[in-house]
């Protein structure tokens, strides 16, 4: 069975850090692009950040830029989300998704073949 498990959420203060994991299952991520989405109540899922697998490119959304970054480890087949400087509006459900090998050039849950179940990040003094 074909699976990605999220982990690494969990409550942080403003300015604070998290790393997230995403650990595939049943497959390996050697030749996937992995994405992270978050959704927060009553907001459509946005696309935070993309990881290739032909060149490990990355690329993030304008919020994350600066303070979020992404990092595949293909022995473990898991893709890592180092989230620094942590603020109130990103409190939301995260998600890795695994889709074909280049990132998409614009954020798109449909690109993607397989998704965890989320991990819920907050974030709040």
């Known amino acids: 069975q074909l699976q990605l498990v999220e982990s690494g959420g969990g409550l942080v203060q403003p300015g604070g850090s998290l790393r997230l994991s995403c650990a595939a299952s049943?497959?390996?991520?050697?030749?996937?692009?992995i994405g992270w989405f978050r959704q927060a109540p009553g907001k459509e899922r946005e696309g935070v950040s993309c990881?290739?697998?032909?060149?490990?490119?990355?690329y993030y959304a304008d919020s994350v830029k600066g303070r979020f970054t992404i990092s595949r480890e293909n022995a473990k087949s898991t893709v890592y989300l180092q989230m620094n400087s942590l603020k109130p509006e990103d409190t939301a459900v995260y998600y890795c998704a695994a889709g074909p090998p280049s990132c998409p050039l614009v954020a798109s849950t449909d690109w993607y073949h397989y998704w965890g179940q989320g991990t819920q990040v907050t974030v709040s003094s």
């Open positions: 990881i290739s697998s032909s060149d490990d490119s990355t």
């Open positions: 049943g497959f390996t991520l050697d030749y996937y692009a």
